[in-house]
């Protein structure tokens, strides 16, 4: 038996050679490609893993080895694995390349761009800074790729939700110009924006600019308003179309665009303009330590009222209210999140919500939130990041 299966194993070798030798399979590429008919293009340099990561960006489309493919053909044959990946990124390249953006249909010319699974991000912000360093347009729209899919990955498992339950991919944008997210507002989104106006409906979308009276020309703070604000329009376009902010559900609306915002950056420093208190920094943004000491501080009753707001009316200190009910629900009810998120669109109220979701009523719920917050929230909060 061994003298057998040594016998074999010496054989072994000798054969597979024989089998891969001379002539080359054309379904298996060639030896000068290693048998995959391509390989990675070479001109994407540190951004390479971030083009793989979406699936269109108007400027990588322009690479004249690849066509944004992120492949080039083998110079020997046409075969191989990778070959037929190409050929297939390529239909898929041009049928993304023939789509265009409204604001560029409006302002009549080619506009940055970038398709990922859950978003269509357009931006023109020329440079900003991010740490010490500079970001240019094409750096800042794959930063805003990257941290918008982070967060919209954990709220997909939050809410159960894949991506054909969205109505549309979110639109981001986010212009230099004062002048063309003005043109925006009115002749698209059909409103007379502030700073940003957000647009609720079966193809959500914001837009907003960053030339220091809208946002700062800081990285950081782009990104970490349009993963906020990527929320909210998540929140009304999955499994059913309708914005909850405008209902009795203020407290989920807004609570939840924290949740995410704080997730990634440790810290939370947007407010929306409708939810009306535009500048505030309540507690700098960090607010484990500061929930934790004024639940401590104030026992009377917060959710029979907190329940009962729209987002718009909201005040500084009920937004971490909001945050904290949110984090107290994804922690120990994550399964409650999409049927509550369901019963807020078909007008039911809190009250039922919790009952049926929760299995308490609202004061028990705020028992169990306050001892949870007292038992888990730290005295100081963790450090927030400092770039993107
Ligand atoms: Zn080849
Ligand atoms: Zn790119
Ligand atoms: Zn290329
Ligand atoms: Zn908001």
């Not at 054989?11 to 000068?32: A, H």
């Not at 023109?124 to 790729?145: C, F, I, P, Y």
């Not at 609720?200 to 349009?226: H, I, K, M, Q, T």
């Amino acid at each position: 038996m061994i003298f057998f299966a040594a016998i074999a194993l010496a054989f072994c070798p000798q054969l597979d050679e024989e089998e891969t030798k001379p002539e080359i399979d054309i379904s298996v590429g060639c030896k000068t490609c290693g048998f995959m008919g391509a390989e990675d293009c070479d001109n994407h340099g540190r951004l390479f893993e971030a083009e793989q990561g979406v699936d269109y960006c108007w400027i990588s489309a322009q690479c004249k080895d690849c066509s944004g493919t992120l492949l080039t053909d083998c110079i020997k044959c046409e075969s191989g694995p990778l070959y037929i990946k190409r050929q297939r990124e390529l239909g898929k390249q041009e049928r993304f390349s023939e789509s265009t953006t409204q604001p560029a249909t409006l302002f009549k010319r080619e506009l940055p761009r970038i398709l990922s699974k859950h978003f269509d991000i357009c931006a023109t912000a020329k440079k900003m800074k991010n740490g010490s360093k500079n970001m240019d347009t094409h750096q800042l729209m794959h930063a805003m790729a990257t941290e918008c899919e982070a967060s919209a990955t954990l709220f997909d498992e939050h809410f159960q939700a894949q991506p054909h339950n969205y109505s549309n991919r979110a639109r981001l944008w986010y212009f230099t110009d004062e002048k063309d997210h003005k043109e925006v507002c009115v002749e698209i989104l059909g409103s007379n924006g502030g700073t940003d106006l957000k647009f609720y409906g079966v193809n959500p979308a914001v837009s907003s600019f960053s030339n220091g009276y809208g946002l700062g020309n800081d990285a950081l703070e782009v990104v970490r308003n349009a993963v906020h604000v990527s929320i909210h329009l998540m929140l009304s376009s999955v499994h059913q179309v309708g914005w909850i902010g405008n209902k009795k559900a203020g407290w989920f609306d807004v609570g939840a665009a924290h949740w995410y915002e704080d997730k990634l950056f440790a810290r939370i420093a947007t407010y929306c303009i409708d939810e009306a208190n535009s500048g505030v920094h309540y507690e700098n943004g960090k607010w484990r330590a500061a929930m934790k000491k004024h639940l401590r501080k104030n026992k009377d009753y917060i959710l029979p009222k907190l329940t009962q707001l729209t987002s718009g009316v909201l005040e500084e200190e009920q937004h971490a209210l909001a945050w904290s009910l949110y984090d107290y629900v994804v922690a120990n009810h994550p399964d409650a999140l999409k049927p509550m998120l369901l019963g807020y669109k078909n007008n039911v109220e809190s009250r039922v919500l919790f009952k049926k979701h929760l299995e308490m009523n609202i004061m028990q719920v705020e028992g169990a939130w306050r001892a949870w917050v007292a038992e888990t929230y730290p005295v100081k909060d963790p450090k927030t990041r400092k770039k993107v």
